[in-house]
């Protein structure tokens, strides 16, 4: 807590809030802020903080991927997510250069709300849900190419490290916060569920109905009324 409180008070850096799955991809935005620390001497001083489960059974080994990429363990701070209370995680929102979100795929994509609820500019992949999530700006998404993953047939987004690392380093250049915080309220979400099932509740009444209009009802007439 001590090393994560003069991270947030006093240094340079960008944040990843996920969970340590291959589907979020950690390794590729690891291998971009390498490079970015490889060429641009200037960053010498940013960290990159990822608040994350530090040890999982199916979960990435960032220290081992963090060495192969040549990121510096003073440039690299790795926090067990269930160290950070909300008010620091807030704070880490608040202070951090950008926000980076690298998945192959994702869902409704929660820190993303929470960094944009901070003014914290998006770097992430350009994956549907996140999409919405950032409203389509396109100074936040990284284009990707759309691949089919063999093992459950579910498409995933992979992005270019070149272009990852070119949006990261265009954000730590532009140094500012969001103009206005973005939220999405549970009334709106709930809302949007609702209308949801009321387009499918009418879809589903309207085939029932199309499907009664052409049933031939003469073969259950009863033999005692014809």
């Keep these: ?11 340079r850096y ?24 490889q060429t641009h001497l200037e960053l010498s001083d940013v960290v990159y903080v990822i608040v994350t489960k530090r040890y999982t059974k199916d979960g990435w080994d960032l220290d ?20 950070v209370d909300r008010p ?15 998945s192959f795929a994702e869902g409704i994509g929660l ?16 994956h549907p849900n ?3 999530a950032v409203n389509g700006d396109p100074e936040s998404l990284v284009l990707s190419r759309k691949l089919e993953y063999p ?13 990852l690392a070119a949006k990261i380093w265009a954000r730590l250049i532009e140094n500012k916060r969001l103009p206005q915080s973005r ?24 085939k029932e109905k199309e499907t009664l209009s052409t049933v031939d009802y003469s073969q259950f007439v009863s033999q005692e009324s014809s």
């Design 64 to 83: 081992e991927i963090a060495d192969r990429y040549d990121v510096p363990k003073k440039n690299r701070l790795f926090i067990d997510n269930s160290i």
């Design 130 to 132: 996140i999409y919405e």
């Design 151 to 163: 093992l459950n047939n579910m498409w995933y987004y992979d992005i270019d490290v070149e272009i």
């Design 111 to 126: 820190p993303l709300y929470e960094a944009q609820s901070c003014k914290c500019p998006i770097v992430a992949t350009d």
């Design 14 to 37: 960008i944040l990843t809030v996920s969970d340590n799955q291959f589907r979020k991809n950690l390794p590729r935005a690891l291998d971009a802020f390498g490079r970015l620390l």
């Design 88 to 102: 620091a995680l807030r704070s880490l929102y608040e202070n951090a250069i950008c926000f980076v979100l690298p």
């Design 1 to 11: 807590t001590i090393k994560l409180n003069r991270v947030i008070k006093n240094e």
């Design 183 to 206: 939220t999405i309220g549970w009334d709106l979400a709930a809302d949007k569920i609702l209308y949801t099932l009321q387009k499918g509740l009418e879809t589903d009444v309207v």
